[in-house]
């Protein structure tokens, strides 16, 4: 069995196995953390999956009413924290912003942490900040800096698509985003066009890329000239998510939506091939090529030579055994001349002498 909860509301959704517990949609369970168990709020109830999932944490349980008090202490003093650190950074002049504030009180090694994640454009020496913000929050701190994708993650917010970001819902691994995945797509190069919250390009322009490398490489380029079922026509767009091609017609100049696999060349060489099968609905025209020359069938007689005679499978055969590429004309082919060679012969004396040239 397998459930889902969330640390934040509309927040990025963490699997568990329910182990023996059987949590409702919106009771607090623990969940095992690397700074101990925290408390979550159960988002999927407990439900049978048809694959063997494995490696997912146990839920640590049902939060009690000392989890809750606990959790929304520590809710809080991470507001306050937020507020503190903020004023100290301003105070330093430090080109710092704060994106999350973490405040850990279970784990062995300390009694509390305070873990402030910040994004800077370069690095910044916050050595002096950091002995503020410890006599201020009188607890041990931790500073760490994150990227632009990162910062969205931990804010969150609303994509140009108007969801919820990817990387603050579901998405776990940023994967590299080129410049040529928009070109690939027929999409506008324009920054603002194609960028989301954080400022750099969009993660969604990985999802459907294999598709469009996939269609562009089978399907023909724009200004090609195709065949469709309904004629003759010129490739002036493509509609990857329905795997056609938008054909102008030659004959009416309107334009038409053919599927890919009514255009494209392997397929046509196939059915126009002679070895396509034949059905009594689909009879493939004969391979074009220039049309066998017709040949004059006359009858024997006794003034045609007998090298005119053509029979009906085959070229005429004169009488001596040469096939006569002239048959229907009576004439005789040319005989290939023949090749000529030197030859010498040896006397007594071992000396060798040349003959001349001899027809062999």
């Not at 004959?251 to 046509?268: F, I, K, L, M, W």
Request: charged fraction near 30%.
């Amino acid at each position: 069995m397998v459930m889902a909860v969330s640390f934040e509301r509309y927040g990025r959704l963490y699997y568990l196995d329910p182990g023996p517990h059987l949590p409702r949609v919106g009771d607090k369970v623990l969940v095992p953390t690397d700074d101990g168990p925290e408390v979550a709020e159960c988002v999927w109830a407990p439900q049978l999956v048809p694959e063997d999932i494995g490696g997912l944490p146990t839920c640590a349980g049902i939060a009690t009413q000392a989890d809750l008090d606990r959790d929304e202490q520590n809710r809080r003093r991470r507001v306050d924290a937020r507020a503190i650190a903020k004023r100290l950074i301003r105070q330093h002049d430090l080109p710092m912003k704060v994106v999350g504030i973490d405040f850990v009180d279970r784990r062995e090694d300390v009694d509390q942490l305070v873990i402030v994640y910040f994004s800077a454009p370069h690095r910044v020496d916050f050595r002096e900040l950091v002995r503020d913000l410890a006599r201020g929050l009188r607890a041990r701190i931790e500073l760490r800096q994150v990227g632009a994708r990162d910062e969205a993650r931990l804010q969150g917010g609303i994509g140009p698509c108007g969801r919820d970001l990817c990387c603050a819902t579901f998405l776990k691994d940023f994967e590299p985003v080129s410049v040529r995945m928009a070109k690939d797509q027929d999409l506008p190069l324009n920054p603002l066009k194609i960028s989301g919250a954080c400022g750099r390009l969009m993660c969604c322009l990985k999802y459907e890329h294999p598709l469009y490398q996939e269609f562009n490489a089978k399907a023909p380029a724009n200004g090609t000239a195709v065949e469709t079922p309904l004629g003759d026509g010129v490739v002036v767009g493509h509609n990857v998510p329905s795997d056609t091609v938008v054909v102008r017609l030659a004959a009416s100049g309107r334009r038409c939506a053919c599927s890919r696999a009514d255009v494209c060349s392997p397929r046509q060489q196939y059915e126009t091939s002679p070895s396509a099968k034949v059905t009594p609905g689909n009879n493939p025209e004969p391979a074009s090529g220039p049309e066998p020359t017709p040949v004059e069938i006359r009858k024997p007689d006794a003034s045609t030579p007998q090298a005119a005679v053509v029979p009906a499978d085959g070229p005429g055969i004169g009488q001596d055994g040469q096939a006569g590429e002239t048959a229907a004309t009576g004439e005789r082919p040319a005989r290939k001349p023949r090749r000529r060679r030197r030859t010498t012969f040896r006397d007594q004396a071992g000396d060798a002498h040349n003959t001349g040239e001899n027809a062999e």
